[in-house]
């Protein structure tokens, strides 16, 4: 049985709700502190944030679904693999650190954010920090942490429960709270391939408090500090549009077209994508089912465009009624034979319904073919 579609599915309501919170949300409201969870070295991008400037080019909802596939992932990870198949309770979960750090006798550097878990080792209480990624990923971080490259992106996870672990040592009164000792990183593969280490799709690392790691962070931030202070908005922290840019939400703002040149195949695809977003109007699309981009970047939500047999995209004008179908999605009819001047066989015209007469037998179509024994093919009518 053939589903009907209606109108507003459920996942289109999704998506204009997600859509809706992302114009709505905290983004766009100024604060005065530093998220915990920031550890990129762009002093501009930390200048957007605080600010509260609206994202140029926002995160879709399906990487907003993304993000909540990895909560509950981290959610059946410390409530339930850890304390009940590893024996490790996982304490403290999404406790709030609030610290204000003197820097070098400037402005104050107040961070805030929410810490994973705390767990029990050896020597004392470790703040675990949980993170997961795609198999590519995985198996870049698993080559970064053994090759101890200080440059890779994954040094971002242990500076921010760097970070964590000090504002809570220097804001928790102990007791009743643990002192912080080390580090737990726990990464997961959402690919669900098995690390040849563990046979588990996750491994971990353990990893002492880095004073030095944690001088060069606040040094960095008291600097962007100073000039918020001062309205003055820093430098990239990027000398060239790479992937860390392209994946940013204020992209579009910080680069204007222009200079968005130069970049690398992958790269250009990631700014090609954004564009199409950036030019799109989702509410539009979905609830009149026409593309809301005005022309060049046409993204329509929906059952995608079909090409059908040999041919050339019909041009859409009102001119030419069969050129869209009623999502405003463009169709490729099929190129009759050159020889024979017949479709190929199985095809049909778009732009006419079910009985709709040949151009060369006038007779209705719609029925079953077959091939016999001796190879000739028979139309049944």
Known sequence: MKAARPHNTLAHRVGIGVR?????????????????????????????????????????????????????LEEHLLGTVLPKWGGS????????VNAVFEVNGGPPVHILGNVDGVIAGKDGAYLLEVKSTSE?????????FAENDASHYSQGYVKQANRYAYAWNATKPMPPYPRIVGLVILLYNVNGSKDPETGLPWRDWWFELDPELLKADLEFLGQVEVQIQH????????????????????????????????????????LKELEARA????????????????GKHRRVLGKPARKVGKGKPIPTDSSNPRATTGR??????????????????????????RGAVDAKRDQPRGGVGRTSKAGARLRAH
Request: a positive charge.
């Open 20 to 72: 809706d919170v992302i114009e709505a949300g905290e983004r766009v409201k100024e604060r005065d502190y530093f998220r915990g969870s920031d550890t990129h070295n762009c002093g501009k991008k930390h200048w957007y944030t605080r600010k509260g400037i609206r994202a140029s080019n926002p995160f879709p909802p399906d990487l907003w679904d993304k993000f909540s596939k990895g909560h509950l």
């Open 89 to 96: 309770e996982v304490t403290y979960r999404q406790e709030q």
């Open 136 to 144: 590519w990923g995985y198996r870049s971080v698993v080559k970064a």
């Open 231 to 270: 309205g003055q908005q820093p430098e990239r922290g990027y000398a060239n549009l790479g992937w860390e840019c392209a994946g940013c939400q204020w992209c579009f703002e910080c680069w204007p077209q222009g200079e968005r040149k130069s970049v690398d195949r992958k790269v250009a695809d990631q």
């Open 279 to 294: 030019g799109s109007d989702p509410a539009r699309s979905v609830e009149q089912g026409t593309p809301a981009s005005g």
């Open 328 to 353: 405003g999605q463009v169709q490729t009819l099929p190129t009759p034979s050159r020889k024979t001047g017949e479709l190929p066989h199985g095809k049909r015209d778009l732009g006419q319904g």
